[in-house]
């Protein structure tokens, strides 16, 4: 097939894409195009990939266990490693529910509602969920609709009109928005949940290691974790690793386990990832000080931005620039990279059309006069 005249279209909309060979330097650094970059640009919210002391704790461990490198199988077949229990058991005990290990968060995702909804259930999810949960939706024989994001009254409206109609109604967001950075209102979510006997299925992916005492995400940190039917996190963010997990209960995993192709016909996860996951999880809540930093320079950020006259919402470690136009947003990237950053230029269809921009994720290891450059950027291109 002939796609050339498609990415021709692509590059004159700017909306061509490519794959960027990064090094990692140290725990602020990458090296891009030989040019020495703070990579803003990371998932890595608590530093923990580069992390020294955990690395040769890790590996010490690692010499004395040798794990195996690769689980060369499915797990329904001879991939299901004794460290996979062991992970799961962990997860149980953190979130008081059962516990499955899928092999990514974009797994869980998009092989969990396929199973536990039917053509007799609706799915509501909130406008800006990630397209990973779409995707599941999209999979499933239930009906779905969308409610403004973070608009609960018209989520009310939606619900006092169909939940008569469905067996099952399952209500979906995240709890930390990936593109915008902003939270939900969980107390809200189980407030409706519990008013109109719904399930609610709440994606921490952003949230899990950077919220809560422990590091459990948004659920833990307003206390709601008992109130949530599915929580699904991902291990390939702040906890530095690979895979994620949803908590549930057990008839809810006996059905993953039964019926979720995304589990079931995929090799599993190699055991020393999982070992790794397991060495960072038992730690997690000793991370206390990385996810006050997080809050810290998230609110410096903010002021020196405000005090050059450019007012920012970022309510957490995500900050989105809105640069509007794809051109716009490529230029401020393009100038950014020159001073120095590495950074995410987010463009439709991540985004919707007019709404591209920067996107900022930070790291508890940065410290603010690391920004002094990238605002005078933006106060200089607007």
Same mark, same amino acid.
């Given at each position: 097939?002939?796609?050339?005249?498609?990415? =021709?279209?692509?590059?004159? @909309?700017?909306?061509?894409?490519?794959l960027?060979?990064i090094?990692?330097?140290?725990?602020?650094?990458?090296?891009?195009?030989?040019?020495?970059?703070i990579?803003l640009?990371?998932?890595?919210?608590?530093?923990?990939s580069?992390?020294?002391?955990?690395?040769?704790?890790?590996?010490?461990?690692?010499k004395?266990?040798?794990y195996?490198?690769?689980s060369?199988?499915s797990?329904?077949?001879?991939?299901?490693?004794?460290?996979y229990?062991?992970?799961?058991?962990?997860?149980?005990?953190?979130?008081?529910?059962?516990?499955l290990?899928?092999?990514?968060?974009?797994?869980?995702?998009?092989?969990?509602?396929?199973?536990?909804?039917?053509?007799?259930d609706?799915?509501?999810?909130?406008?800006l969920?990630?397209?990973?949960?779409?995707?599941?939706?999209?999979?499933?024989d239930a009906?779905?609709?969308?409610?403004?994001?973070?608009?609960?009254?018209?989520? =009310?409206?939606?619900l006092?009109k169909e939940?008569?109609k469905?067996?099952?109604v399952? !209500?979906?967001? =995240?709890?930390?928005?990936s593109?915008?950075?902003?939270?939900a209102?969980?107390?809200?979510?189980?407030?409706?949940?519990?008013?109109?006997?719904?399930?609610?299925?709440i994606?921490?992916?952003?949230?899990?290691?950077?919220?809560?005492?422990?590091?459990?995400?948004i659920?833990? @940190?307003?206390?709601?974790?008992?109130?949530?039917?599915?929580?699904v996190?991902t291990?390939?963010?702040?906890?530095?690793?690979?895979?994620?997990?949803?908590?549930l209960n057990q008839?809810?995993k006996?059905?993953l386990?039964?019926?979720?192709?995304?589990l079931?016909?995929?090799?599993a996860?190699?055991?020393?990832?999982?070992?790794?996951t397991?060495?960072?999880?038992?730690?997690?809540?000793e991370? =206390?000080?990385?996810?006050?930093?997080l809050?810290l320079?998230?609110?410096?950020? !903010?002021?020196?931005?405000?005090?050059?006259n450019?007012?920012?919402?970022?309510?957490?470690h995500i900050?989105?620039i !809105?640069?509007?136009?794809?051109?716009n947003?490529?230029?401020?990237?393009?100038k950014?990279?020159?001073?120095?950053?590495?950074?995410?230029?987010?463009?439709?269809?991540?985004?919707?059309?007019?709404?591209?921009?920067?996107?900022?994720s930070l790291?508890?290891?940065?410290?603010?006069?690391?920004?002094e450059?990238?605002v005078?950027v933006?106060?200089?291109?607007?």
């Amino acid at each position: 097939m002939d796609y050339k005249n498609q990415i =021709e279209k692509f590059k004159l @909309e700017n909306q061509y894409r490519f794959l960027k060979n990064i090094e990692a330097i140290d725990e602020k650094y990458i090296l891009y195009k030989t040019k020495k970059l703070i990579n803003l640009a990371s998932n890595d919210y608590l530093g923990i990939s580069t992390n020294n002391n955990l690395y040769d704790s890790f590996i010490t461990k690692l010499k004395q266990n040798k794990y195996k490198l690769s689980s060369t199988s499915s797990r329904l077949l001879s991939g299901n490693y004794e460290i996979y229990s062991k992970l799961e058991d962990l997860i149980s005990k953190q979130y008081n529910k059962s516990a499955l290990i899928y092999n990514s968060g974009y797994h869980a995702n998009t092989g969990i509602l396929p199973v536990l909804s039917t053509n007799k259930d609706l799915i509501i999810a909130d406008k800006l969920i990630h397209a990973s949960l779409i995707d599941g939706i999209k999979l499933s024989d239930a009906d779905f609709k969308r409610f403004k994001h973070k608009d609960y009254q018209q989520l =009310e409206i939606i619900l006092k009109k169909e939940r008569v109609k469905y067996k099952n109604v399952f !209500i979906v967001s =995240e709890s930390i928005f990936s593109m915008d950075g902003d939270s939900a209102d969980i107390q809200q979510l189980v407030e409706l949940k519990q008013k109109f006997n719904t399930l609610l299925y709440i994606d921490e992916a952003h949230a899990i290691g950077v919220s809560g005492k422990n590091g459990l995400g948004i659920c833990e @940190e307003q206390n709601l974790i008992n109130n949530i039917d599915i929580i699904v996190g991902t291990f390939g963010k702040a906890i530095a690793s690979v895979g994620a997990f949803a908590a549930l209960n057990q008839d809810a995993k006996e059905m993953l386990i039964n019926k979720s192709r995304s589990l079931i016909y995929t090799t599993a996860l190699p055991p020393i990832n999982l070992e790794w996951t397991y060495f960072v999880l038992k730690k997690l809540n000793e991370f =206390e000080k990385e996810r006050e930093n997080l809050k810290l320079l998230n609110k410096q950020i !903010i002021s020196l931005f405000k005090a050059k006259n450019i007012n920012i919402d970022a309510e957490n470690h995500i900050i989105p620039i !809105i640069t509007k136009t794809n051109e716009n947003t490529l230029r401020i990237y393009n100038k950014l990279l020159e001073s120095g950053y590495f950074v995410s230029a987010v463009r439709p269809p991540t985004v919707p059309v007019n709404t591209a921009r920067i996107r900022l994720s930070l790291k508890s290891n940065l410290k603010i006069n690391d920004f002094e450059r990238l605002v005078n950027v933006f106060v200089l291109s607007t």
